[in-house]
């Protein structure tokens, strides 16, 4: 088995990327930070020929749900100078941003309903196959398919960026090919 490092700096970039896409980028590192918390705990007893992405996949959606629970639960909160100072990371490394230009995006996929946000980050963001992402949701892969286009359709309608260029490739499918 890989040490857990290797794993992390494989995939903490995807995690993240999930985590945010899922819950926005206030509390996306917490939940990944609490994702690999928690699979290192588990790690030496996955199986050997397991996909890790996919699992840590699993946990991040689990984490994002607690993380959407003790959300609802919270107070809301009256904005503070201290609060205004923290800035969400922004390119995969937890603490740092380097752009502030995708604050529609963040809008764009917090407005889509939970279940097409969440299919869209785990096909679409982490490239995980629609049977691995019906796993996780629960529901057919057919179901997972039409959230993710559903939601894909609609970030297209909505997300400024989508209308104004051409596709790009996602980074995900690029470097595994068909994620389907």
Known sequence: MKPFE???????ATVLRVCRAVLGPVDADDAWSETFLSALTAYPRLDEGANVEAWLVTIAHRKA???TRRR???????????????????DGIPGRRIDQGDDDLWRALAALPPKQRQA?????????PYQEVASILGGSAEAARRAASDG?????????A????????SPARTSKGSAS
């Open 120 to 128: 869209v980050a785990y096909h679409h963001v982490a490239g995980l």
């Open 6 to 12: 290797r794993v992390v700096a494989e995939h903490g």
């Open 72 to 90: 609802a639960r919270a107070p809301i909160a009256v904005p503070d100078v201290a609060d205004l100072l923290h800035e969400p990371s922004r």
């Open 65 to 67: 749900i607690d993380v």
């Open 152 to 160: 894909m359709a609609t970030l297209r309608r909505t997300y400024p």
């Open 162 to 169: 989508a209308r104004s260029s051409s596709p790009a490739p």
